[in-house]
T-cell receptor, first 111, second 116 residues
């Protein structure tokens, strides 16, 4: 069946550091892939998405590329800020339109 | 445009009681989804409405959970009777139309349910 695996957190970085949060998936076919973010005290917000192989999603300085050959969708940002502290979720959309989620990675950015 | 809203934001009940969660989707969105995150685990799909019809309820854990969407607008999720393992955060999401690669699910802030 479909599944998503994310690197475990928490991930702690200093401000302006480079960020990578790994995400790999198992799926039949070529699902759409998503990164959602949950800031403290808030709901889930769509951060970026990619709908086919080699697509790159980007938003707010974050990027992720849909890699079919490695079944991955790693999230990257060149220079993180304290305001990026949040929980990040990788997800794929199954054939029935439901989202299948990774466990979430808590990101802590220290000034 | 108003986003997805959920009520209440937090509910604390005792085991055996009944709780009803409400979700108001974005206006004009035919699709409505319920998900939940039990403590320490992944977010899991519960069910999917298209307008007032249940398209997929494969994620509903058992018959203590009842979801409705009368008139195809807001939805309710009732848990009766609640058990300790039902504690978690219940998220609602809506989307304009399924079947499109560009379709995006927009989430509400969630309802945190605590069963004592």
């Amino acid at each position: 069946g479909n599944s998503v695996t994310q690197m475990e957190g928490p991930v702690t970085l200093s401000e302006e550091a480079f960020l990578t949060i790994n995400c790999t998936y198992t799926a039949t076919g070529y699902p759409s892939l998503f990164w959602y973010v949950q800031y403290p005290g808030e709901g889930l917000q769509l951060l970026l998405k990619a709908t086919k192989a080699d697509d790159k999603g980007s938003n707010k300085g974050f990027e992720a590329t849909y890699r079919k050959e490695t079944t991955s969708f790693h999230l990257e940002k060149g220079s993180v800020q304290v305001s990026d502290s949040a929980v990040y979720f990788c997800a794929l959309r199954g054939s029935n339109y439901q989202l299948i989620w990774g466990a979430g990675t808590k990101l802590i950015i220290k000034p | 445009e108003a986003g997805v809203t959920q009520f209440p934001s937090h509910s604390v009940i005792e085991k055996g009681q009944t709780v009803t969660l409400r979700c108001d989707p974005i206006s004009g969105h035919d699709n409505l989804y319920w998900y939940r995150r039990v403590m320490g685990k992944e977010i899991k799909f519960l069910l999917h409405f298209v307008k007032e019809s249940k398209q997929d309820e494969s994620g509903m854990p058992n018959n203590r959970f009842l979801a409705e969407r009368t008139g195809g607008t807001y939805s309710t999720l009732k848990v009766q009777p609640a058990e300790l393992e039902d504690s978690g955060v219940y998220f609602c999401a809506s989307s304009k139309m399924s079947g499109l690669e560009t379709d995006t699910q927009y989430f509400g802030p969630g309802t945190r349910l605590t069963v004592l």
